[in-house]
């Protein structure tokens, strides 16, 4: 079974940076799973944020592109995601996803809180 653990959220001023992990330990096929990092506001529905493919290929939601950079290491079977130029807006928890499996698993999730 596939198991995902985010680490790397908290509490940063507008502007700052903040890079997410998360650990698929588990999971014999990882290099070919397609990854994202989702997240969730109060009151919000769940965006996708950005998402990469076992060959690198990325996307990201156009309220982030620009400022977030999704990243893997097949190796050490992680994904992160580098937050710059970090927004209120951008307050929420963020979840760890593997998009292609069936169904799709997510991860606990780590709070962001983007505050003076």
């Known amino acids: 079974q596939v198991r995902l653990v985010e680490s790397g959220g908290g509490l940063v001023q507008p502007g700052g940076s903040l890079r997410l992990s998360c650990a698929v330990p588990?999971?014999?096929?990882?290099?070919?799973?397609?990854m994202g990092w989702h997240r969730q506001a109060p009151g919000k529905q769940r965006e996708l944020v950005a998402s990469i493919t076992g060959v690198q290929a990325t996307t990201y939601a156009d309220s982030v592109k620009g400022r977030f950079t999704i990243s893997r290491d097949n190796s050490k079977k992680m994904v992160f995601l580098e937050m710059s130029s970090l927004k209120p807006e951008d307050t929420a928890i963020y979840y760890c996803?593997?998009?292609?499996?069936?169904?799709?698993?997510w991860g606990q999730g780590t709070q962001v809180t983007v505050h003076l």
């Open positions: 996803a593997c998009l292609s499996c069936d169904p799709d698993v």
């Open positions: 588990t999971d014999r096929f990882f290099s070919i799973r397609r």
